[in-house]
């Protein structure tokens, strides 16, 4: 491949490092502020440990913007398509890394959300089970224990509740017993 005259390759466009810092710093940015106004107008508890924790994904989101830029400068001056075409292949990895590190972050306030969901609905199934036997006269002492409501993801991320119901009978049922020979 032929070089270009030093005057020629000065011509080539690129944007100054300081201006690459500058709008990762401020796309980040703006990603924090965004998400923490949503969580502001739909609190779900544990706003200060939310915080910080989006913090963190924040500044590691410029982190990875960062390395990035010095791959995509390779493709400076090269057409549209292909620079798109690189772009999109370049930060696949580096969202892919980002959801890692967002999951990592906001594991344990899930957990906690996750339980303090459970226990309502816990909560929930004890008084409507006492209700029900109030209205037929049960007494609470004859009430049977409550069984402990479950909580789980699935394959796909999905939060499941598991909320036992009545005892079943073995499936499959035990054949009937072969009448007896005349």
């Known amino acids: 491949m032929a070089t270009l005259p ?3 390759a000065d011509q080539r466009p690129h944007v100054p490092a300081r201006a690459v810092l500058l709008s990762a710093a401020a ?3 703006t990603y924090f502020l965004l998400i923490t106004l949503r969580g502001a107008v739909t609190y779900q508890g ?3 440990e939310l915080l910080w924790r989006r913090a963190l994904v924040t500044l590691a989101g410029i982190a990875v913007t960062l390395v990035a830029w010095p791959v995509l400068r390779r493709f400076d001056g090269r057409s549209n398509g292909v620079r798109i ?4 292949i370049i930060m696949l990895p580096a969202a892919v890394a980002l959801a890692a590190i967002n999951q990592q972050a906001f594991a344990p306030v899930e957990r ?3 339980e ?3 226990k309502a609905v816990q909560a929930q199934a004890e008084a409507a089970v006492k209700a029900i036997r109030a209205q037929q006269g049960a007494g609470l002492d004859d009430l049977p224990p409550m069984p402990e409501v479950r909580s789980r993801h699935d394959v796909t991320g999905n939060v499941l509740i598991d909320v036992p119901g ?3 009978a073995d499936f499959p ?4 017993e072969p009448p007896a020979p005349p």
């Open 6 to 8: 030093v005057e020629l």
């Open 27 to 29: 796309l980040w940015f």
């Open 46 to 48: 544990e706003f200060a």
């Open 85 to 88: 075409a690189a772009a999109l």
């Open 112 to 114: 906690k959300m996750i």
């Open 116 to 118: 303090r969901e459970a």
């Open 166 to 168: 009545p005892a079943m």
């Open 173 to 176: 049922p035990e054949p009937p």
